[in-house]
């Protein structure tokens, strides 16, 4: 079993999800004690799913939530997927996103290399990543985003180099498929998966609260499916036929 703290995590909370500001409007949210969202997601409700979600992981209490980043911190680091790789990127948790701050402090006690996602030059919309440490600095960029400073010294590292790439999700099934924030920031850096016969890296690992799940997401042409995805209960790896 990990030890998992949270001491030394950076203040991001008011910070925007990395992948695209998506507007929250005047909709009910889910009340009660956060049952799971079995739900069928049409086309049509990909947006205001993305708005029940969000709301209801913004109302988890702050108890709740280091808990289950502690939770996910154990089911994580004991998995031999974690254990084997070497080059691990993770992200800084905005929007009541699961936090994966102690399992990034326990990367790097492991002498692990780990990376955060870092906007393109430019109007570019795809990611690339740099090296990170617990306390290392950090700026906002244009959306607002913490993201590691860039020295010049400082290579930028393309997700291909990459073991394994902890992403942010809103909703996820069992087909492994994920619903993000629509900014499609993580699919167009993806993209060359699609070309690819044979899946080898970097293996892609959701993260998520346990009542993100979905029964089934409908999909888009240009979707990475994923491999696995982490939650406060589980570390559940897709069936490759399904991906």
């Known amino acids: 079993m990990c030890a998992c703290p949270l001491d030394g995590k950076p203040d991001v909370s008011e910070a925007l999800p990395l992948e695209l500001q998506v507007r929250d409007e005047d909709h009910d949210g889910i009340g009660g004690s956060h049952p799971p969202l079995?739900?069928?997601t049409p086309s049509d409700s990909r947006n205001n799913l993305r708005i029940q979600v969000r709301r209801q992981r913004r109302r988890l209490p702050e108890a709740k939530r280091r808990r289950y980043a502690r939770d996910l911190c154990r089911c994580v680091a004991q998995s031999r997927i974690f254990q084997k790789?070497?080059?691990?990127?993770f992200y800084l948790s905005n929007d009541g996103e699961i936090d994966l701050f102690p399992l990034l402090k326990l990367a790097c006690k492991r002498k692990k290399r780990c990376y955060l996602p870092v906007l393109g030059l430019g109007h570019a919309r795809s990611l690339w990543f740099l090296p990170y440490q617990p306390g290392a600095a950090l700026y906002r960029n244009r959306f607002g985003i913490d993201?590691?400073?860039h020295q010049?010294?400082?290579r930028q590292i393309k997700v291909q180099s990459l073991d394994l790439v902890f992403m942010p999700l809103v909703a996820f099934d069992d087909q492994g498929n994920r619903l993000g924030m629509g900014g499609g920031?993580?699919?167009r850096t993806l993209a060359y998966l699609h070309n690819r016969r044979q899946w080898r890296k970097p293996h892609?690992?959701?993260a998520a609260f346990d009542f993100q799940k979905v029964k089934q997401l409908?999909?888009?042409i240009w979707d990475v499916p994923l491999e696995g995805v982490a939650t406060n209960k589980e570390l559940q790896i897709f069936p490759r036929e399904s991906l």
């Open 38 to 40: 079995f739900m069928n």
């Open 85 to 89: 790789s070497r080059h691990i990127a």
């Open 147 to 149: 993201e590691p400073v």
């Open 152 to 154: 010049r010294s400082t």
């Open 185 to 187: 920031f993580y699919d």
């Open 204 to 206: 892609l690992i959701g």
């Open 218 to 220: 409908d999909t888009r």
